[in-house]
């Protein structure tokens, strides 16, 4: 149907076939005579629309077209600034659930690190508050040790011998005496100016013209510094049978006196334990 | 030829003026660039065809650019932008594929 219907296209491909003398050539050429038209093609048209003169109509074409390359860019611009606007939502989910996952694991780490600051600030309190009561029992026992001074409320006794009968043994049980009634601190001096602390290793010797205390001479009269109750250490002093009436009847006499506030400032000189060692705590004892 | 360098004007002007847009219009921008381009393929293929007309490019575009952002907008207002927004992109889409395989034969007649 082509062939009867399309006599304007024969001319030129009838023109330009260089066989023609059968019937058989209109046949062979007829498909390549599709593809030559004779209206103007599209590429002709493009470029004679492009060398077109200029008119009002192409500008409003020109600002639209400008329009959509500015718009075009500016988008183009703008999703290359943000990843997450380009992603798909497959990856989205893939960057929400890392991103979840990490948070997750952010929290763990603060509640984690949060009880062990915890831990450690009672820890250090707690460590303060032993070292607190540790530095109290250690004074306490250094006044009972008798290696630091002392002072408070307490009772002198002095024992004035002009004899010299008053022995070891006398001044021993004064010293038993002031500690059942609770002497924190005892203080010994002579009349020869020298001073002893009373300790749990104090002995008491009988001497020429005195008697010997940890090594030192002392001679009469002595003085007892105690640091305690002073009602319930005069009443030890002066119970019948008591240190009084021992002194009395070794021939002198003793006086008690009581006092708001006494000094013991003699300390003891420890020495280390030569054969002891403190023995390991033990939970179950 | 005016329009030819429109557009150039136009790439060039948005590539070095750092413009940011707006945040009403961002759902909106793509959409309208889509459907501006189908405008300007189907302004193509009229050339091609022998077809052109200014008034009908510039009506044609900016009515494919307004409803375009319209739908996508009404999109929002249901709740079902996103998938409206799929739906407009497909349609331009397919009528740019329509558009350039004309052109394309004019320009290899295959």
């Known amino acids: 149907m082509p062939e009867s219907t399309s006599p304007a296209t024969v001319g030129p491909g009838a023109a330009s076939g260089p066989s023609g003398p059968n019937k058989a050539a209109p046949a062979v050429e007829e498909p390549r005579r599709r593809f030559v038209p004779t209206a103007p093609t599209g590429m002709h048209r493009l470029g004679k629309a492009l060398r077109a003169r200029p008119d009002v109509g192409q500008v409003g074409v020109a600002a639209l077209v400008g329009l959509l390359g500015f718009a075009a860019a500016v988008q183009v611009r703008a999703d290359d600034d943000d990843l997450l606007n380009r992603a798909r939502r497959g990856d989205l989910f893939l960057i929400l659930d890392g991103l979840t996952a990490r948070g997750d694991q952010l929290e763990e780490q603060i509640a984690q690190l949060e009880n062990d600051r915890r831990e450690l600030l009672s820890g250090a309190d707690s460590e303060a508050a032993a070292l607190e009561q540790t530095a109290e029992l250690a004074q306490q026992l250094a006044v009972l040790a008798g290696t630091v001074g002392a002072t408070g409320p307490g009772v002198t006794v002095t024992i004035v011998d002009p004899d010299g009968q008053v022995g070891a043994r006398t001044m021993y049980s004064a ?48 003085r007892f510094t105690v640091i305690g109750e002073p009602e319930t250490l005069a009443e030890a002093m002066e119970f019948p049978q008591g240190v009084v009436d021992a002194v009395t009847g070794d021939g002198g006499t003793a006086t008690v006196a009581q006092h708001d506030e006494l000094v013991v400032d003699v300390v003891h000189q420890v020495t280390p334990p030569q054969y002891a060692s403190p023995a390991p705590d033990d939970d179950s004892g | 030829m005016i329009p030819a360098i429109g557009l150039l004007l136009g790439i060039l002007a948005g590539l070095l003026f750092d413009v940011d847009v707006p945040l009403a219009l961002q759902p909106y921008l793509p959409i309208a660039v889509v459907a501006a381009l189908d405008a300007v393929f189907g302004g193509l293929r009229a050339v091609m065809d022998g077809v052109f007309n200014d008034k009908v490019f510039v009506v044609s575009f ?3 650019v307004i409803i375009a952002a319209f739908i996508v907008f009404l999109g929002d207002q249901l709740g079902v932008g996103s998938q409206l927004s799929t739906a407009v992109v497909v349609v331009f889409g397919i009528r740019i594929f329509t558009n350039v395989a004309t052109i394309r034969r004019h320009v290899f007649r295959a």
């Not at chain 1, 038993?176 to 010994?188: M, N």
């Not at chain 1, 001073?195 to 009269?221: M, N």
């Open chain 1, 175 to 222: 010293v038993q005496e002031l500690r059942s009634a609770g002497a924190e601190a005892i203080e010994l001096s002579g009349g020869d100016g020298e001073q002893v602390r009373v300790v749990a290793t104090t002995y008491f010797v009988d001497d020429d013209q005195g008697i010997a205390v940890d090594g030192v001479h002392l001679e009469p009269p002595y």
């Open chain 2, 62 to 64: 900016v009515a494919n």
